[in-house]
């Protein structure tokens, strides 16, 4: 069974960073796509970051291309969302989800594992 489990949240100023870590239980790590999505309350959970199984190819949401950056190291089973400039709209539950499809994907159907959420409030 995978297991993953999100840290790194917290309340944090407009403008200011905070970096998000998702470390996965398992052998595989390496063969799944690793994606980050939000879920603000009252919204639907939304796309945030998705990355390849090497690392290779990354493809973010366009509220957070070139403020978000998502990494990951196959060594210690653990993928990242550095966030940077955080704005309020960013507030949400981050949940991290593991993919075993080949290619990457944005839609929340395409993750078969999913973590329990970190909270990130940025005030204003």
């Known amino acids: 069974q995978v297991q993953l489990v999100e840290s790194g949240g917290g309340l944090v100023q407009a403008g200011g960073s905070l970096r998000l870590s998702c470390a996965v239980s398992?052998?595989?790590?390496?063969?799944?796509?690793m994606g980050w999505f939000r879920q603000a309350p009252g919204k639907e959970r939304e796309f945030v970051a998705v990355?390849?199984?090497?690392?290779?190819?990354?493809y973010y949401a366009d509220s957070v291309k070139g403020r978000f950056t998502i990494s990951r190291d196959n060594a210690k089973n653990t993928v990242y969302l550095q966030m940077s400039r955080l704005k309020p709209e960013d507030t949400a539950v981050y949940y991290c989800a593991a993919s075993d499809y080949l290619v990457i994907h944005t839609t929340t159907a395409k993750y078969r594992y999913w973590g329990q959420g970190t909270q990130v409030t940025v005030s204003s």
């Open positions: 398992g052998r595989t790590f390496s063969s799944y796509v």
């Open positions: 990355i390849s199984q090497s690392g290779g190819r990354t």
